[in-house]
């Protein structure tokens, strides 16, 4: 069986406070985008994955799931070996690990004839990762998510009716999450503009609407760990992307841009320029 582990940017990222479990309290508008990893299942002897991540979710997500089924059921479930063809930079803001762990998780509910619904394996996947949630109920809707909370409280937002389209600028720096996280000062009061403006934008459907709403409130700690994040902000920006901003935790910048054609075109010309860029879509329906 073989499956799309779709990546995510944050159009929105607010830190709203610290939690007393040592989280963040976050509220983010989480965008499914076209670059993906690509997952094959097969029933083999024992459970493995070839994930190059030290940290693998993608065995931790079959473990969770794995553990969520009565014990009598277990021994019919045959085990499988994971192979992830990697696309998605790691360390890169876009969800990478949890883009595959939520994708694991929707392919094995298939294989092990579970029948879960998507909300019962976002529940299961936040025992996974905090993003992992997020990312089942995006790869499936193929539609924006409202995260809040530690990443636990997710809701489906409106689909969009077209694809967006944006250029992704990978600065080639690790930026870790929780050096990132420990550097934020939460954004308080909080400002409910910030979700509104966004919405009200997406509702458009209008690239240029968008741009302006675009936030991260992780982004200036992470420019302060890595220089280099705003470096490339800024050649996003000269090439003529629209609301360049960075994604998750970083260290990957998104903008804007009018059309699929003119983003390929930017990812060639940045890529020549020895960047590692990207054309990609929103994901739609
Ligand atoms: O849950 P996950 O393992 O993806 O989180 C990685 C790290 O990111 C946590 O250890 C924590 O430092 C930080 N984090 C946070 N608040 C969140 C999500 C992640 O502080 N809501």
């Not at 298939?110 to 299961?124: D, H, S, T, V, Y």
């Not at 280099?228 to 902000?233: S, T, W």
């Amino acid at each position: 069986m073989t499956i799309e582990a779709y990546a995510k940017v944050n159009f929105t990222l607010e830190v709203l406070g610290k939690r007393v479990d040592g989280y963040h309290a976050l509220r983010s508008v989480v965008m499914p985008i076209s670059l993906s990893d690509t997952i094959t299942l097969e029933p083999a002897p024992t459970l493995s994955s070839d994930s190059p991540y030290p940290d693998d979710l993608c065995l931790r997500a079959a473990r969770v799931l794995h553990s969520s089924i009565p014990s009598p059921l277990t021994s019919q479930l045959s085990p499988v070996s994971i192979h992830v063809e990697k696309r998605i930079p790691a360390g890169g803001g876009l969800g990478g690990g949890s883009a595959d762990a939520a994708a694991i998780l929707r392919a094995l509910n298939k294989f092990w004839n579970m029948n879960l619904r998507p909300e019962e394996l976002a529940a299961i996947g936040a025992q996974v990762g905090s993003d992992v949630p997020a990312l089942v109920l995006a790869q499936h809707y193929r539609a924006p998510v409202l995260m809040e909370g530690r990443g636990e409280r997710v809701s489906l937002l409106t689909p969009q009716l077209s694809p967006l389209s944006l250029i992704l600028v990978n600065p080639g720096v690790f930026s870790s999450t929780p050096e990132v996280f420990a550097k934020c000062t939460p954004h308080l009061p909080e400002d409910p503009t910030i979700l509104y403006n966004m919405l009200s934008a997406l509702a458009t459907g209008d690239a240029a609407k968008v741009a302006p709403a675009l936030q991260n409130d992780l982004e200036a700690p992470a420019i302060a760990l890595h220089g280099e994040i705003a470096d490339a902000k800024n050649t996003l920006t000269e090439a003529g992307a629209l609301g360049v901003v960075m994604s998750g935790s970083g260290s990957t910048v998104f903008g804007l841009v009018q059309s699929e054609a003119h983003g390929r075109e930017m990812a060639a010309l940045l890529t020549t320029k020895g960047l590692k860029a990207w054309s990609v879509n929103t994901l739609v329906r």
